[in-house]
């Protein structure tokens, strides 16, 4: 009965998600390296970005964004933070097995996933894409010598100078053990690993010493 509420759910959750496409969303989403990984964990997000991914406007975005050398800064920025174990450590939830579980016997995820190949108008997009305005615009970009400089001072950058600076920081290895010790990183398992799950059990000597007793109030 619970799973079947969990595929109701997964079915209405779907139809919203299929009706709202966000090419600029997923194009974000795909070029971070902390978060590229999300789509995996969660059917109904799995079937938007398919369905952005369908879409050219994704693909002019994501082109348009790797002539920005600030978009490689951020990237690398996202790959040095502890984010990225968080996001890579939810694989291992046994709930994100589970929705996977419950889309895998809805006949209506498989419709969601097919009905972006069988929409026209997504066809009508990629035949209109060569004249598209961003298509034309970044076909003009090895003409401009903005892009260029913007290449040549990267190094000036000063985001990407305290990047080169990062592994000198040792607050970013004190992240990264506080997220890899934190029970929260691991989802679900985190609990093996948190001591108050096991309550006395952590402590056996806990039964044989007597708990300390309470201040008096004062009067």
Do not use: C, H
């Amino acid at each position: 009965m619970k799973l079947t509420t969990i595929a109701s759910a997964l079915t209405l959750a779907l139809l919203s998600q299929a009706a709202a496409a966000n090419p600029e969303a997923t194009a974000t989403q795909l070029m971070d390296p902390a978060k590229v990984i999300e789509p995996v964990k969660d059917p109904k997000a799995a079937v938007q970005a398919m369905t952005n991914l369908m879409d050219p406007a994704t693909m002019m975005i994501m082109m348009q964004k790797s002539m920005d050398p600030m978009t490689y800064t951020r990237m690398a920025q996202s790959g040095l933070s502890p984010d990225i174990l968080k996001s890579y450590a939810g694989l291992l939830d046994p709930a994100m097995y589970t929705k996977w579980l419950a889309a895998a016997m809805d006949p209506n995820f498989y419709t969601a996933m097919i009905n972006p190949m069988l929409n026209p108008n997504m066809y009508m997009k990629w035949l209109a894409a060569p004249l598209d305005p961003r298509m034309l615009q970044m076909a003009m970009a090895p003409l401009n010598p903005n892009m260029y400089m913007n290449w040549a001072m990267a190094p000036l950058n000063p985001a990407n100078m305290n990047l080169m600076m990062a592994p000198l920081n040792p607050n970013l290895y004190t992240q990264w053990a506080t997220a890899s010790a934190d029970p929260k990183t691991y989802g679900t398992w985190g609990a093996f690993m948190n001591p108050a799950t096991y309550g006395n059990l952590a402590n056996p000597f806990a039964a044989f010493i007597p708990a300390a007793p309470a201040a008096p109030a004062a009067k």
